[in-house]
């Protein structure tokens, strides 16, 4: 506890502030961070990752959580008709996959492979995907790569389709077949990217509007040859993206179903949060309503503060960028977002960096929060929920200590006016 001791308004001072004592009362702001933090991880509800504006595939194997693989489900748009002149002067070049990145996260010096396969069938335009949904594929791969990402070199990915592929649609124009996409999805109901079985490389996020097929081909003409392309681009409704934990270590392989829950005891201290995997942190204050026997004049400010542990990020598993927050119900699940105090705006936390110890920290402002608790009369309230915040999918994870925590603890900081003779 650190007390900071202030002097009493004197009358006509009124010009300096609200007077909080008479001029024989002492003034004191406290500083009290002893109070019990309980903190365990949680398995949230699947999460919707259908019409998502980013595809993700890889797949890598984190020390902490087992590994996370990626795999993408969608249909590809054929708006307009396609129609090519029956004729020998005609011919086929090639069908390529093309799409870029935009988003890693793993080792992208490491290779991975990237596989493309049939959909055995259209996806369902009334049905809610979700991260564990899968559709059924055709085993026979349409074209693969085995490649680094390297993002510094390059974000652009192109995979040569098989011809039979190719020379279906190709064929399929010729002959007047290919005008909508009805007669597009007769050839092709849609396609998966599938990963290496034994890649431990990275997790690749890929923009909706660069991913497309390209039919190349060309028409001899009696003095030149003619290059031309057939553009099918990405549906904007129909795909999802299936995001799974293979192999979590230890007690964290019990956490299953929505709602499931351990505590910080069982995991060694440590607490989880994952983006786009449903793994976030519990967090309840016990203790805090003892804060109403000591008598504090007014709270001023409350800070929960936490600490990546040491060792558990790198260069290739890096820290969320930002944080968020909602309350939590009995059941563990996500409630309405908590907002920084005294507004409408949701709490969105930022790390910052000590320049003297280099540690990282997260601190989000619960002053709101806390005196609600202070005023309440029960005993019961809504605990709250830690989780990783972006507008895109991603699978950016954090692993932090808890209060007992011996490596970079967490902490709940609560400033306090008292007032004494």
């Known amino acids: 506890m650190v007390v900071v001791g202030l002097s009493a308004c004197e009358k006509g001072d009124n010009d300096v502030g609200i007077k909080l004592a008479d001029k024989d009362q002492n003034v004191e702001i406290q500083v009290l961070d002893t109070f019990t933090v309980r903190a365990s991880t949680v398995f949230l509800d699947s999460i919707t990752t259908g019409g998502n504006s980013r595809l993700l595939a890889g797949r890598y194997t984190d020390p902490k959580l087992g590994t996370v693989q990626a795999t993408p489900y969608f249909e590809l748009s054929h708006t307009s008709s396609f129609k090519l002149e029956d004729n020998s002067k005609i011919e086929y070049d090639s069908l390529v996959f093309s799409t870029s990145y935009e988003y890693w996260y793993g080792d992208t010096t490491q290779y991975q492979t990237i596989s493309l396969h049939g959909l055995q069938s259209d996806l369902d335009k009334e049905r809610t995907y979700y991260n564990t949904s899968s559709v059924p594929v055709l085993s026979e791969s349409l074209g693969n790569k085995r490649f680094k990402a390297r993002p510094k070199l390059g974000k652009n990915l192109t995979i040569r389709m098989s011809d039979n592929l190719g020379l279906a649609l190709f064929n399929a124009a010729k002959s007047d077949k290919l005008q909508?996409?009805?007669?597009?999805?007769?050839?092709?109901?849609?396609?998966?990217?599938?990963?290496?079985?034994?890649?431990?490389?990275?997790?690749?996020?890929?923009?909706?509007?660069?991913?497309?097929?390209?039919?190349?081909?060309h028409t001899n003409n009696e003095q030149s040859v003619t290059e031309s392309i057939q553009t099918f681009t990405l549906s904007s409704t129909l795909k999802f993206n299936q995001i799974q934990a293979l192999n979590r270590p230890g007690k964290l392989a019990n956490l299953q179903k929505q709602g499931d829950i351990i505590s910080s005891t069982e995991t060694n201290e440590e607490l989880y949060l994952q983006q786009s995997l449903g793994f976030a942190t519990r967090i309840d204050f016990p203790s805090i309503q003892q804060l109403?026997?000591?008598?504090?004049?007014?709270?001023?400010?409350?800070?929960?503060?936490?600490?990546?542990?040491?060792?558990?990020?790198?260069?290739?598993?890096?820290?969320?960028?930002?944080?968020?927050?909602?309350?939590?119900?009995?059941?563990?699940?996500?409630?309405?977002?908590?907002?920084?105090?005294?507004?409408?705006?949701?709490?969105?936390?930022?790390?910052?960096?000590?320049?003297?110890?280099?540690?990282?920290?997260?601190?989000?402002?619960?002053?709101?929060?806390?005196?609600?608790?202070?005023?309440?009369?029960?005993?019961?309230?809504?605990?709250?929920?830690?989780?990783?915040?972006?507008?895109?999918?991603?699978?950016?994870?954090?692993?932090?200590?808890?209060?007992?925590?011996?490596?970079?603890?967490?902490?709940?900081?609560?400033?306090?006016?008292?007032?004494?003779?």
């Not at 079985?197 to 996020?205: C, K, Q, S």
């Open 180 to 217: 909508d996409q009805d007669d597009f999805q007769i050839i092709l109901h849609g396609l998966a990217l599938l990963n290496g079985a034994n890649d431990n490389a990275a997790v690749l996020g890929f923009k909706s509007d660069s991913t497309m097929l390209k039919l190349y081909y």
């Open 292 to 421: 109403q026997n000591v008598g504090y004049a007014s709270l001023n400010q409350a800070i929960l503060t936490i600490k990546p542990v040491s060792g558990a990020n790198s260069s290739t598993l890096p820290l969320p960028s930002q944080l968020t927050m909602y309350y939590a119900s009995t059941k563990n699940k996500a409630l309405s977002p908590v907002y920084t105090s005294y507004s409408t705006t949701q709490q969105v936390v930022s790390y910052t960096t000590d320049y003297i110890t280099t540690d990282k920290s997260y601190s989000f402002e619960l002053h709101e929060y806390v005196n609600s608790i202070l005023k309440s009369t029960g005993s019961e309230w809504n605990g709250l929920l830690i989780m990783p915040y972006s507008t895109s999918l991603g699978v950016d994870r954090l692993v932090f200590g808890s209060q007992k925590s011996a490596n970079k603890a967490m902490k709940l900081t609560v400033f306090v006016t008292m007032v004494s003779k």
